[in-house]
C-alpha cells in the first residue's frame, strides 16, 4: 500500500494515532531495519509523547547483521528498548513479550504493589507504509486470535487480537508519514519500496543501489552478476550499461534498472543496511 501524504492525512493519521494512544499501556513503533533513521516518522516524538516504546527493527532478515547490532546499542545508548525483528518468524515474533514487560517494569511493580489482577498488555503498532504492520498483526492473530470485542473504556468497534495470555493488541495499526525532505531518504525509501518508485527515476534508484554495493557489499554484487574485480572500478553508469548487457537487456537500462531494483528487493543481493551507523555517528 503506498498513501500519498497531505497535510490534512498527516493531521488525519495524527489524530488517529492520538486516539488510540488512550487504550494501550505501550506502543510498538515499527521501523525496517534497512533504514533505521529514514524510516521513522519525523514527529514520532511528539505523537507518542510518554508513552512507554518498544523500538522493532522489523525485516531485520534483510538487513546487514552487524549494522542492526550497531544500531541496537546505538538506540540503547539513547535509553530506548529496542528489539531487532522478523515479523515473519515465530520465534522473533515471540521475543515481544518479555521485551514489552521489561519495558513496563515499574508499571507491573507498581500495579501489583496495589493489590491489581495482573492484566495482558495492551499495544498498538505504529509505522510507515510497508513496514511491516499487517504482516505482525496477522502473524500474531494466526497463531491465536480472539476477537474480545469491545470493553469498558474503548470506543465502539475496537477491536482486540489477543496474543497468549499475556498481549493484545489494536487489531488496526497506526500509518504514519515517512520523512520527505532529504532526497537521500527519498532515495532509500524508494528502493525498499517503501515509497512509489514512479516518485523518482529508475536508472537513478539503480545507480545509487550500484553505489552502495560497490561501496559495501562488493562481494555481494560480484557474485549476483558475474562482475570482476575491476569491473567495480567502472563509473557507475559503465557498469549499469554491462549488467544490462550481461543480463541480455542490450541498451534497454530501463529494464535493467528494473530488475536491480527488483531482484534487490527480493532479498537476491543478500542483506543490506541503506542507513549507514557510521555516517550518522561520526
Ligand atoms: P504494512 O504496510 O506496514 O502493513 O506492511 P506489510 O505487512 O504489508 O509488509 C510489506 C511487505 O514486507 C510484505 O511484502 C511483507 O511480506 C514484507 N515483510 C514484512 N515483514 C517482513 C520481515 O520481517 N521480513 C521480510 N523478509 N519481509 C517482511
Redesign the pocket.
Same mark, same amino acid.
Request: overall charge positive; aromatic content about 0%; hydrophobic content about 40%.
Given at each position: 500500500?503506498t498513501i500519498q501524504w497531505f497535510p490534512g492525512h498527516m493531521a488525519k493519521a495524527r489524530r488517529e494515532v492520538s486516539e488510540k494512544l488512550k487504550f494501550v499501556d505501550i506502543v510498538f513503533e515499527?521501523i525496517d #531495519?534497512r533504514l533505521p533513521l529514514s524510516s521513522r516518522n519525523p514527529m514520532l516524538d511528539q505523537i507518542v509523547q510518554n508513552k512507554p516504546r518498544l523500538i522493532l527493527l522489523?525485516?531485520?532478515? $534483510?538487513a546487514d547483521l552487524s549494522q542492526t547490532n550497531l544500531w541496537v546499542n546505538y538506540f540503547r545508548e539513547q535509553g530506548q528498548h529496542v528489539l531487532a525483528? &522478523? #515479523? /515473519?518468524?515465530d520465534k522473533?515474533v515471540k521475543q515481544i513479550v518479555p521485551a514489552s514487560k521489561k519495558v513496563l517494569a515499574d508499571k507491573i511493580t507498581r500495579d501489583k504493589e496495589r493489590g491489581l489482577k495482573p492484566r495482558a498488555i495492551r499495544a498498538m503498532?505504529l !509505522? %510507515?507504509?510497508?513496514?511491516? /504492520?499487517? &504482516?505482525? $498483526?496477522?502473524h500474531l492473530a494466526g497463531k491465536k486470535v480472539a476477537s474480545t470485542g469491545n470493553r469498558p473504556g474503548v470506543t465502539k468497534g475496537q477491536q482486540w487480537l489477543r496474543f497468549g495470555s499475556q498481549l493484545e493488541l489494536l487489531d488496526t495499526?497506526g %500509518?504514519l508519514w515517512p520523512k520527505f525532505e532529504d532526497p537521500s531518504v527519498g532515495k532509500k525509501l524508494a528502493l525498499t !519500496?517503501a515509497i512509489k518508485d514512479d516518485l523518482l527515476h529508475l536508472d537513478d534508484l539503480a545507480l545509487y543501489e550500484l553505489e552502495i554495493f560497490c561501496r559495501f557489499y562488493p562481494e555481494q554484487l560480484k557474485e549476483r552478476y558475474k562482475l570482476t574485480q575491476d569491473d567495480l572500478f567502472m563509473e557507475l553508469p559503465e557498469l549499469l550499461m554491462l549488467i544490462s548487457e550481461k543480463r541480455g537487456f542490450k541498451e534497454d537500462y530501463e529494464r535493467a534498472s528494473e530488475m536491480l531494483i527488483l531482484e534487490l528487493r527480493q532479498?537476491r543481493l543478500g542483506r543490506f543496511t541503506l542507513d549507514r551507523f557510521e555516517e550518522h555517528n561520526d
Open positions: 500500500m515499527l #531495519a522489523n525485516k531485520s532478515d $534483510l525483528l &522478523t #515479523a /515473519k518468524d522473533s503498532v !509505522g %510507515i507504509p510497508n513496514v511491516g /504492520k499487517s &504482516t505482525l $498483526l496477522n495499526p %500509518i !519500496g532479498g
